[in-house]
């Protein structure tokens, strides 16, 4: 949390993710929120790729994520279309790496911190095969967020072919770390309240008695 170190993130940005507080993803209605095409190529979760002849189809096991890349040459739709969690994907071939436009993702993810990208974001997607391993290369640009595009990489290596991925379920419930908080509460912080962001800035090399004890129920239960 507050890990904003090599992020190109203008000044909402920032503030945006200074603000996130992390009980906000144990909120009902947020708990089984499939991740963007933003964020999805780093979630560390299988993935099976097919060809379809008019577009490849990418789905990743964790929150049943399921991409569509279009290959007949379509246009993207206008900027009022539909946004969705995967996004709106075209694919061409440049050698024999695939690059893949996806423009029309909801807003997201950069990093699950807290550092979000909006519906205007484009991600570039660069996709080569090395014998068993794949390297995805992401380019986001973002112009409510980002000052510069974010360049990133995930590599995978490839699995069996025999090997089932199996479904996602994912049931939404009233969690205990809301406590006793109303429906409608959405965990936040106000400017300046941030208490990670204050130790963030000072160097520590111990803990208090408090954060000794929950690391070590933390470390209990592994």
Not at 34 to 41: D, G, I, K, L, M
Not at 145 to 153: F, S
Request: aromatic share 10%; net charge negative; proline share 9%.
């Amino acid at each position: 949390m507050a890990d904003f170190q090599f992020l190109p993130l203008n000044e909402d940005g920032r503030m945006r993710g200074e603000s996130w507080n992390p009980g906000i993803q144990a909120q009902p209605e947020r708990q089984c929120f499939p991740h963007s095409a933003v964020w999805a190529p780093f979630g560390p979760t299988p993935i099976h790729i097919w060809d379809e002849g008019d577009r490849i189809v990418i789905r990743m096991q964790s929150n049943e994520v399921l991409r569509s890349i279009w290959m007949d040459g379509r246009s993207h739709p206008p900027a009022h279309a539909l946004h969705t969690w995967s996004g709106f994907s075209t694919g061409e071939w440049v050698g024999d790496t695939l690059k893949i436009t996806t423009t029309h993702n909801k807003e997201g993810f950069i990093r699950r911190n807290g550092v979000y990208h909006s519906d205007r974001a484009v991600v570039i997607e660069y996709i080569t095969r090395h014998d068993d391993y794949l390297t995805d290369v992401v380019v986001v640009e973002d112009p409510v967020y980002l000052t510069a595009p974010l360049v990133r990489e995930q590599s995978y290596r490839q699995i069996p072919a025999d090997t089932e991925i199996y479904p996602y379920p994912c049931e939404q419930r009233w969690p205990v770390e809301l406590g006793p908080e109303p429906f409608h509460f959405t965990p936040h912080y106000l400017p300046g309240e941030n208490p990670v962001l204050q130790r963030g800035r000072v160097r520590e090399d111990t803990f208090s008695d408090q954060e000794e004890s929950e690391i070590n129920r933390l470390l209990n239960r592994r």
